[in-house]
């Protein structure tokens, strides 16, 4: 019987970028070893201009379907590699046909002879093989101009194969190859999705979260577990770091007027972020941001929260509207988590008026009546840090010496 023997994979952006190109190659074969990791007869060849992914008996429709969602690769075809004999290709493009995802009514196939020697010329080939497709295949049409398919068949000196279905892909670039960055991680609907935007861009993440028990639940840490376990399943690893928010939340209800609060809040889970951070060796931090959505995303805010690092802070959201965020994340399957009720440890906090434009003359001066440092030390060093991997799903491992 006929079966896809391989799958031929073409890099997204990578090809634009020349000077990295290897490192890029390299990344992308990490992370689709990683991808098929189910599949361990699977081979994988990773070529200067394509990937080819020899199948060995693994089907090929599961394979494209965890291809399809590794960043780098922008399309995907199913492949058959057949014997140099007019029958075979006869019968494989037939196959090939009868085997694709989608219907279609018109078709061309598409002869390359790179094999000079073989008896056949393309013109021959193509009459020969559509025409036989053309008998066998019902309602079927050839449309030179303008096909639903067109069908290649090269003969090489090794085989004749065949390919045609470009499947679309994630694009994007290979994770790992943009560096590292902190994103922090809320049980919102925003900032999973920054996260999903900032790994496309071949960013490898690790999440921070900052929780304040008791005025938030055990419910609502889980709501994170989650989503930062629905965040490793795109490249099968995951890092979250949780960090105990309480003693400094209560500090700043004592010692902030209540219209600062939120700004001191975030400027202080800012600091907390940038120290994790510091420690992992990232180089940005990321957020679920999008302008004027809330009182802590004006502008005056902003420039007033940011004040107290000058790591790049990432915003992948920033210019989108909510109903586009949302989209986002019903498609990569975070907007059902994220919509579970749960307590935030912003908004258990969050006074009735905050400043939508504070002023940094103004929160220097409040804060400068407390020492957060040893608050802020506390946080990092109190920190629960939960890695997840795809490899055991339900494995999930805390670790201390990862610091
Ligand atoms: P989200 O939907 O991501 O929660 P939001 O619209 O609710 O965003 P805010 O609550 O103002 O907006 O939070 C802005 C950003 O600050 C979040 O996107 C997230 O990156 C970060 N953030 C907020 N709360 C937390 C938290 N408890 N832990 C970690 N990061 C947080
Ligand atoms: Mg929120």
């Known amino acids: 019987m006929i079966k896809f023997d391989h799958i031929v994979v073409r890099y997204g952006e990578i090809t634009l970028k020349k000077r990295n190109r290897k490192s890029f190659i390299t990344q992308l074969k990490k992370n689709v070893k990683n991808a098929l990791m189910d599949y361990p007869n699977v081979r994988i060849e990773a070529q200067h201009e394509r990937m080819y992914i020899h199948l060995n008996g693994a089907g090929h429709e599961e394979v494209i379907d965890r291809l399809k969602k590794v960043y780098g690769i922008s399309s ?19 196959f090939y ?3 694709l995802s989608r219907d279609i009514a018109t ?7 790179a094999d000079k020697t073989f008896p056949y010329s393309t013109y021959d080939l193509n009459g020969l093989v559509g025409g036989y497709c053309l008998q066998r295949k019902e309602g079927l049409k050839v449309d030179v101009h303008n096909p639903d398919l067109k069908l290649r068949v090269e003969v090489r ?12 892909a994630a694009g994007g670039l290979p994770i790992g190859s943009s560096g590292s960055a902190m994103l922090m991680l809320s049980g919102g609907i925003d900032s999973p999705v920054a996260g999903f935007l900032t790994m496309k861009r071949g960013v490898e993440i690790e999440c921070v979260h900052f929780y304040s028990p008791p005025f938030t639940s055990e419910r609502s840490k889980q709501k994170v577990i989650d989503l930062a376990e629905k965040l490793a399943e795109v490249n099968g690893r995951m ?16 010692q902030i007027p209540d219209n600062y609060t939120m700004t001191t809040t975030r400027r202080l889970m800012l600091r907390v972020t940038d120290e994790i951070r510091e420690q992992r060796k990232a180089l940005a931090i990321v957020t679920g941001e999008s302008l004027g959505q809330v009182a802590s995303q004006t502008m005056e805010s902003m420039y007033t929260i940011n004040e107290v690092t000058n790591t790049p802070i990432l915003r992948p959201l920033l210019a989108m509207d909510k109903t586009e965020i949302i989209e986002i994340a019903e498609r990569i399957g975070t907007h059902d988590i994220s919509i579970r009720p749960f ?17 940094r003359e103004k929160v220097n001066h409040y804060e400068s009546f407390t020492d957060f ?19 055991d799903k339900k494995k999930v491992e805390a670790t201390e010496d990862l610091f």
């Open 107 to 113: 078709f061309k196939i598409d002869a390359k002879r």
């Open 239 to 254: 890092v979250l770091h949780i960090v105990p928010f309480t003693e400094i939340q209560k500090l700043i209800q004592k």
């Open 157 to 168: 000196k090794d085989a004749a194969y065949i390919t045609g279905e470009k499947i679309a």
């Open 373 to 391: 440092d040893p608050y802020i030390q506390e946080a990092v060093e109190k920190t629960e840090t939960i890695i997840f991997s795809s490899k």
């Open 343 to 359: 307590e935030d440890c912003c908004t258990v906090f969050t006074p009735t008026n905050p400043k939508t434009k504070p002023r």
């Open 97 to 99: 046909i009868n085997h």
């Open 76 to 94: 995907l075809s199913p492949a058959l590699k057949v014997e140099k004999e007019i029958p075979a290709i006869q019968e494989s493009a037939l």
